[in-house]
């Protein structure tokens, strides 16, 4: 049985953070119910790789739900929407909260339907007045951090390709929304859970502001080069690259020996990990020089070996058939319509060792279960008909 079993979730989220919110409880066991607008959301179709042109970004964080198309702005829908709501222990939205209060989404709208109802609501930059209705998507949380000027080149900032600061925004909400479940036992009261792109990405960039803050060193990017500690950058091989990273005394000594010169190890330039990350350029360039004499298996045979961290820097053909992630069983894979493989959807990132997560249930359709998600609330079958025939459902 799931931790979350028996608990009720309505995902009006849409894109990533809300959506794999909801995925997360779904993979502990709760039943989670997807609103659809009729004929499918927008963030349905991104990456399309099914026939009817589902999105592989759709796929991953939809699984463990069912799909219900409604048209929640009109006033039929509406009626819908609150018997839902009433049913729902969590309402998840991704949405400014002038939008949230537009569709009566708002905690206060919500708690007038079920007083106890907890709100898991995501936005670009939270909920300060200044900011609270301004929009973003995950690139704007990175570069707005200052993470994306020290990545990359100086006269050429990158920003990282998969929306990271998306997933960890939904995983955040995800812990927020069971941590308001848990109060809720004590208290019998619900609550809001709000979470934002900007106060994830801003943790994640945490390290670098607090160093500037304080010794106002004005970083400047360094490609993949860690400027801390060293040598700790992206390495060519004759036939590919790989990351490695060495950090502290003991796996500097190890590292000085793989390549022969352990003379390094009593170099006073090297007496420490800043000391090491100032002289980076240079350790990075006699790992470049061992690294090159080497496949990429073989150097990171040795590497691991040494016991310093290492891996291929795969391409995506890669890394779904990667030994180390094939051996870490990360993958569940699913049929699913117009699809002519298994999809490969990537499991819950936490594991549970009594009550583990599991993928119950594939990715749905638009409106999928629309009949039973309405029967379930008590609507009869010429009820369910007369909305469809309105378009409502």
Not at 48 to 71: H, T
Not at 87 to 97: E, G, H, L, W, Y
Not at 321 to 343: N, Q
Request: charged share 25%; net charge negative; hydrophobic share 40%.
């Amino acid at each position: 049985m799931g931790v979350l079993e028996g608990i009720k979730v309505l995902d009006l989220g849409r894109y990533i953070a809300g959506p794999f919110c909801a995925a997360l409880l779904g993979d502990y066991g709760a039943d989670v119910i997807r609103v659809d607008r009729v004929g499918g959301s927008e963030d349905r179709y991104i990456l399309p790789v099914s026939e009817q042109g589902d999105g592989a970004q759709f796929l991953q964080v939809n699984r463990n739900k069912r799909s219900i198309s409604l048209e929640i702005a009109t006033p039929q829908g509406k009626e819908v929407l609150h018997e839902l709501i009433r049913r729902s222990d969590v309402v998840i939205a991704n949405m400014p909260p002038r939008t949230l209060a537009k569709l009566g989404l708002d905690y206060e709208s919500l708690r007038a339907v079920r007083p106890d109802i907890v709100l898991t609501a995501s936005t670009a930059f939270g909920s300060a007045p200044a900011v609270r209705d301004r929009v973003g998507f995950d690139g704007v949380g990175q570069c707005i951090s200052g993470a994306v000027h020290i990545t990359g080149l100086p006269d050429h900032p990158m920003k990282f390709m998969v929306p990271a600061v998306d997933f960890a925004t939904g995983l955040s909400c995800a812990l927020g929304t069971m941590m308001a479940l848990y109060e809720r036992k004590s208290s019998g009261t619900g609550q809001e859970v709000g979470a934002s792109l900007l106060q994830t990405s801003l943790n994640f960039a945490s390290s670098c502001l607090i160093e500037e803050a304080v010794l106002h060193v004005d970083r400047k990017a360094t490609l993949n080069r860690a400027p801390h500690y060293a040598p700790s950058d992206i390495f060519r091989t004759r036939d590919g690259w790989f990351i490695a990273q060495v950090i502290g005394p003991a796996m500097f000594k190890r590292w000085t020996r793989l390549i022969g010169k352990p003379e390094l190890f009593d170099d006073e330039r090297f007496q420490s990990d800043p000391q090491r990350g100032e002289h980076g350029e240079y350790l990075s360039g006699l790992m470049n020089e061992w690294s090159g004499q080497f496949t990429r298996a073989e150097a990171l045979a040795l590497l691991t070996e040494a016991r310093i961290p290492a891996s291929p820097v795969n391409s995506p053909r890669e890394a779904l058939e990667d030994d180390a992630i094939r051996a870490a069983e990360a993958f569940h894979p699913v049929e699913y319509p117009g699809v002519s493989e298994p999809v490969p959807l990537i499991k819950s990132p936490v594991a549970l060792s009594r009550t583990p997560p599991s993928i119950r249930l594939r990715p749905p359709q638009p409106g999928e279960h629309t009949d039973e998600v309405l029967g379930d609330i008590g609507y009869s079958k010429d009820e369910i008909a007369r909305l469809r025939a309105q378009g409502i459902v």
